[in-house]
Every structure is written in C-alpha cells, then in structure tokens.
C-alpha cells in the first residue's frame, strides 16, 4: 500500500473556496496534470530501457500518457477528480491490427507464466509519491495565486 501526506494545503483550501467551482475545477486539474506528469516521465524512462529497438513501430513509451478521468468515474470514487498515468491503449486485443498497438506492456508489467514480471509503471509512482505530492502542492499554490491575482 502507498502512502502519501500532503500538508500545510489549510491556507489554500481556504483561499480556493473563495473561487468559482469551475475556477477550483480548473486549478486543481492543472497541478494534478503536472504533478502526474513526473510519474508519466519516470514511466516512459523505465519503459524506453526495456523497448526492444529492433520492433520501433511499438514502442510503449511513446504510449504513457497522463489523462483525466471523467466526472462519472470521480463521483463513482467518491473524488472530486482522478487524474491517471497509463498506456494508451490500455489492454485492447491485439488482434486490432493497429501496428503501433502496444498491448504487450502488461506481458512486461504483470509478467506471464513463462516471462517474470519487469515492472515499469508501478515503481514509477512509489519511488515518486511524495515529489508527486509536493509538486502538486506548489503548483496548486501557483494556481491559487494566479486565479486571485487575475481572477482566471
């Protein structure tokens, strides 16, 4: 299990519920977003050592991306976002024809009954939770001051 404190957000929080909800929405979003991206470029680093540079067509680095989920999923979470790192494409049959299908990075993640498992995605959050938690502070911040500053 992952754990991360996030602290000293009070005066923040404070500040925020002066705003608009969609203002909220937005600056909460932004340094989700950014904090995230740090575990997206750990993800792709990792990933690019176990590529194999004979197939370049499908490459799974070039794959992970930083997307939000929706409100639905949010609310189903009881969260007012989710923000996710994965690969695009997630776990789509292989048989899609897509030559760029990077379906085998869960054969890499998770392992096979003949191959162990090499993770790349999972190790990228827990050796970055809590630079992810303090980017996500200060960028919070920096949203906060530039939303009361000019009011966007």
Do not use: Y
């Amino acid at each position: 299990m992952l754990e991360v404190r996030v602290e000293n957000l009070d005066e923040i929080i404070d500040k925020m519920s002066t705003f608009a909800s969609r203002l909220q929405r937005r600056g909460v979003g932004q340094a989700a977003r950014k904090a995230m991206n740090v575990v997206r470029d750990s993800a792709r680093s990792k990933a690019k050592q176990l590529d194999d540079p004979a197939t370049p067509e499908s490459v799974i680095w070039k794959n992970i991306v930083t997307q939000q989920g929706s409100r639905r999923a949010a609310r189903q979470a009881n969260a007012d976002l989710i923000m996710r790192v994965g690969v695009r494409g997630g776990a789509k049959d292989p048989k899609t024809g897509d030559p760029r299908a990077t379906f085998h990075w869960r054969f890499l993640e998770f392992g096979t009954s003949s191959i162990a498992p090499r993770p790349f995605m999972r190790p990228s959050l827990a050796e970055n939770a809590q630079k992810v938690s303090d980017t996500f502070t200060a960028e919070l911040r920096k949203a906060v001051d530039r939303i009361a500053s000019t009011g966007r």
